[in-house]
């Protein structure tokens, strides 16, 4: 790939990295007492919420979800390689996919499901989830579209959605990795689908499920056979897979997770937290990159996890939780 196909896109990232939230601003909203004061440090960036907006969790969703989707439209204008914008974006597109299959089988509206990120229109989405052919969607993505809703035809059970679409993602998204052939973007995808398999049978288990169960919902497309995930947390082997996905010996930041990992006490939440910390971690890499496709790679991340702080900090004021644990429960803030 030509680095310097990038130039222009990331000249644009350099200017908008100036309108991120900070973590003095983060901090901000975590310290003050009241609405007004919170909508007041917010005017001061791209999520202008009003003291009346940050009391309704479905305004607050709206506005974050608005903002975005204005920018994967930007990176999805800008960049010279989509394939780099549709590594983060193809999880939309297949949430759209499923929530549109689910209301074709239940005849039944659900647009107020529907996110508005992705390559591809609401109306080429539809025309494939309807018809089950796509000109202008890739043939991966018509043919688990089509296998998904033939099978749910079978066997008329809802899950077969759930789940068809899940592992689409995940097959779609190691096609795109390894077809963009860059170390970290690869490794981003593993980590996400790894992650995945893990918090699966760490859910799984919590809720008593059975091991059939657990395994229909695990993706093939990971490091592992989809049963040597089902054992990780019996043998006590989540470190010896984690030291596989992660190979970062020196990262501190790590320690404490690695500790809990190795005795598989680890909660379902903690995963969570540590996958996201972790392709955070790998994405930074590039941090210091100007050419290429990392610094755009990054900057999206960054927006997913600004708009995830802002989720937890603004819908966690408005139920009383504590900033103390807000806090602790903060993804990395982009640029520090």
């Not at 297949?94 to 239940?106: F, I, S, W």
């Not at 008593?208 to 919902?217: A, G, Y």
Request: with cysteine; proline share 3%.
């Amino acid at each position: 790939m030509d680095a310097s196909l990038f130039s222009q896109v990331n000249t644009a990232i350099s200017v908008r990295e100036a309108r991120m939230v900070t973590k003095d601003q983060f901090e901000q909203l975590l310290s003050v007492e009241d609405r007004e004061r919170m909508a007041l440090i917010l005017q001061e960036t791209d999520y202008k919420l009003d003291k009346e907006s940050l009391a309704d969790p479905n305004q607050i969703e709206a506005a974050l979800m608005k903002q975005l989707a204005e920018e994967y439209r930007f990176a999805f204008e800008e960049t010279p390689v989509e394939e780099v914008v549709q590594l983060f974006a193809l999880r939309y597109t297949y949430h759209n996919l499923k929530v549109l299959l689910k209301a074709r089988a239940t005849q039944t509206d659900l647009t107020e499901l529907l996110l508005p990120i992705g390559r591809y229109s609401r109306d080429i989405i539809e025309h494939l989830v309807t018809t089950l052919t796509s000109e202008a969607c890739p043939s991966i993505m018509v043919e688990e579209v089509s296998a998904t809703w033939l099978e749910f035809q079978d066997y008329q059970d809802m899950r077969i959605l759930d789940i068809g679409m899940d592992m689409a993602y995940f097959k779609h998204l190691r096609i795109l990795a390894e077809e963009l052939d860059i170390a970290e973007l690869k490794a981003f995808a593993t980590l996400t689908i790894d992650f995945y398999n893990v918090i699966t049978v760490k859910r799984g288990l919590n809720q008593d499920k059975p091991r059939s169960f657990m395994r229909q919902l695990l993706s093939e497309d990971a490091l592992m056979k989809a049963r040597e995930y089902l054992k990780l947390y019996a043998d006590q082997s989540l470190l010896a897979w984690f030291n596989q996905v992660y190979p970062n010996s020196f990262d501190l930041s790590t320690k404490d997770f690695e500790n809990a990992l190795a005795q598989a006490e680890i909660s379902a939440v903690d995963l969570e937290y540590l996958m996201d910390l972790l392709r955070f971690q790998v994405l930074e890499q590039g941090r210091f990159e100007t050419q290429g496709p990392l610094p755009l790679a990054r900057y999206i991340w960054g927006k997913e996890l600004e708009v995830k702080n802002l989720r937890l900090i603004l819908t966690g004021r408005s139920n009383d939780l504590s900033p103390e644990l807000l806090k602790e429960r903060m993804r990395p803030v982009y640029g520090q």
